[in-house]
């Protein structure tokens, strides 16, 4: 089992997805944030039930749904929960009663809701008396421990720090994802001339490269600074004046300007007919 941890109720902002033990999550100071308790990495041939055990911090607080509005598994045949301060146990039989089929259900299980005062830690419990898969037995169900770590004096299944913070408000409009000096808006937007055509996760589809004075790019790309700057390095593979800044890989499409990383050389074909192709498209 593992953990996962949503910004806001309606999980749209994932800040923490499965991953390294002890990661860290920064969700906004006193709002509601989700804790998604996740069946991965279910035991070889399935299972018929879980407990899951929950502990967490006192800086956090955990906030009822009520009527189990937690369970997220397809199926939760007997449900049990209950809570305490820093704990939260959960039981459920996830195959119709009396059967002895198996799941290897591997989704979602349970989303806790919490809000966020200061720093707090929250941990998958393991061990024996921790969170476990059960398997049908000859007499009685056989518990399957999830794979542990030792923190202190408890074993961990999984681990998350949660680090509460003023959110920054950033409008859709300022958002530059590659970092290229077109904001995602604009590079989704359908007039190449204003940088649009793009692809907002490309770094290289905007050949802008030098400002005025041989400044860094100024968001347009122009005959003065930009074509003549590459034309400047023109052919200076490996030699004194290359510099990877002036260098475009060949298009990838569907637009000549859709361009690749650096290859190496800057040459007529990629570098001085992309830049251009590109004359007067500006993101400012």
């Known amino acids: 089992m593992s ?27 006193g709002e509601n944030f989700v804790v998604e308790a996740v069946a991965s990495g279910p035991p070889v041939g399935g299972y018929t039930a879980y407990r ?11 906030i009822g749904q009520g009527d189990f509005a937690e369970i997220k598994a397809p199926m939760c045949n007997i449900p049990f929960e209950n809570s305490s301060p820093g704990r939260y146990y ?33 941990d998958i419990a393991g061990g ?12 009685s169900p056989v ?27 950033v409008t859709v409009s300022e958002v530059d994802t590659d970092g290229d000096g077109c904001s995602d808006a604009q590079e989704g937007g359908p007039d190449a001339a204003r940088g649009g055509l793009r692809d907002f996760t490309n770094p290289w589809d905007f050949y802008d490269v030098a400002g005025p004075n041989s400044a860094g790019p100024d968001g347009v790309v122009d005959l003065a600074n930009d074509v003549l700057s ?7 593979d490996g030699g004194g004046r290359y510099d990877a800044r002036f260098d475009r890989g060949p298009s990838a499409g569907p637009h000549p300007w859709s361009m690749t990383a650096p290859d190496g ?3 007529l074909a990629n570098d001085i007919l992309g830049t251009i192709l ?5 993101c400012t």
């Open 128 to 139: 024996p008396t921790g969170s476990i898969y059960t398997q049908p037995g000859f007499v």
């Open 52 to 62: 899951l055990i929950i502990r967490y911090s006192e800086n956090v607080n955990l």
């Open 3 to 29: 953990l996962r941890v949503y910004c806001d109720k309606a999980k749209t902002g994932l800040v923490c997805d499965i991953g390294l033990f002890g990661r860290k999550c920064t969700v906004e100071a």
């Open 265 to 267: 050389v800057i040459d």
């Open 143 to 169: 518990a399957v421990p999830l794979i542990s770590q030792r923190k202190g004096d408890s074993l961990v299944a999984d681990s998350v720090q949660i680090n509460c913070a003023e959110q920054e408000t």
């Open 278 to 282: 590109q004359l007067g498209h500006r």
């Open 230 to 236: 590459v034309i400047l390095h023109f052919f200076w």
């Open 90 to 122: 959960f039981t459920c039989k996830t195959v119709p009663v009396l059967s002895t089929d198996r799941t290897d259900y591997n989704g979602a299980l349970v989303n806790l809701h919490f809000v966020c005062k200061g720093p707090a830690q929250i």
